[in-house]
């Protein structure tokens, strides 16, 4: 079975600081996709990143960066010098490559920064 | 704005009731997506359509139903609503529906059943 457990269900931090969100996931797939999105307070969700299982680059976007690790499934994102507008809740997902179409989302988390 | 329309963007109605949401595709893109976002279930994929076609479908209640019309626009209907069908309804669309492709979603129609 598909899962995706972000443990971290809220997270404060002081504007500027470096801040960590976790994913862990579990598949019996060889392929698959993992992605990010950001919701903020006016409610729509935003694409951030979709990485290939076969990809285990880190990426780093301006100052978000994600860590790919499948020896511990985990795909972690990390925003450097965080703001105020960074504000929302972080959702990670998981998707199969093919077959049935599974497209798992994290129950998300709450990043709050603080000014 | 990603180029995704929903509308209305929100709607009251009582149990037992039938609602329509509307999704406008953006431009060029031939996938249409629908997610329910509730506090009970998180965020849960329902159903695509491509050109038209069912192509995938997640979990989606039977009281639920979905389609694309020739001018690529999607409906969602709920059908003999519930409590708990009180969520926020995403659509996203790609433009060819492949997995690897990215989803743009709407603003989503908030759908409250009293």
Do not use: M
Request: with cysteine.
């Amino acid at each position: 079975a598909q899962k995706v457990t972000q443990a971290q269900t809220e997270i404060s931090v002081v504007e500027k600081e470096d801040v960590t969100l976790d994913c862990v996931y579990e598949t019996r797939d060889t392929t698959y996709y993992l992605f990010w999105y950001k919701q903020p307070p006016s409610g729509e969700l935003v694409f951030l990143i979709r990485r290939n299982s076969f990809d285990e680059q880190n990426e780093i976007s301006g100052r978000y960066s994600w860590n790919f690790q499948k020896s511990t499934s985990s795909f972690n994102f990390t925003i450097t010098a965080s703001q105020v507008v960074d504000s929302a809740v972080y959702f990670c997902a998981l998707s199969k490559t093919s077959g049935t179409y599974k497209y798992i989302f994290g129950t998300g988390t709450r990043l709050k920064v603080l000014a | 704005d990603s180029g995704v329309t929903q509308t209305p963007k929100h709607l009251i109605t009582a149990t037992g009731q039938r609602v329509t949401l509307r999704c406008s595709p953006r431009s060029g893109d031939l996938s249409v997506y629908w997610y329910q976002q509730s506090l009970d279930q998180g965020l849960q994929f329902l159903i695509q359509y491509y050109n038209g076609e069912e192509r995938a479908k997640g979990n989606i209640l039977e009281r639920f139903s979905a389609q694309q019309f020739p001018d690529l626009h999607s409906e969602l209907n709920l059908s003999s609503l519930e409590l708990g069908d009180s969520a926020l309804y995403f659509c996203a669309s790609s433009v060819g529906g492949t997995r690897e492709e990215t989803q743009y979603f709407g603003p989503g129609t908030r759908l409250l059943v009293l």
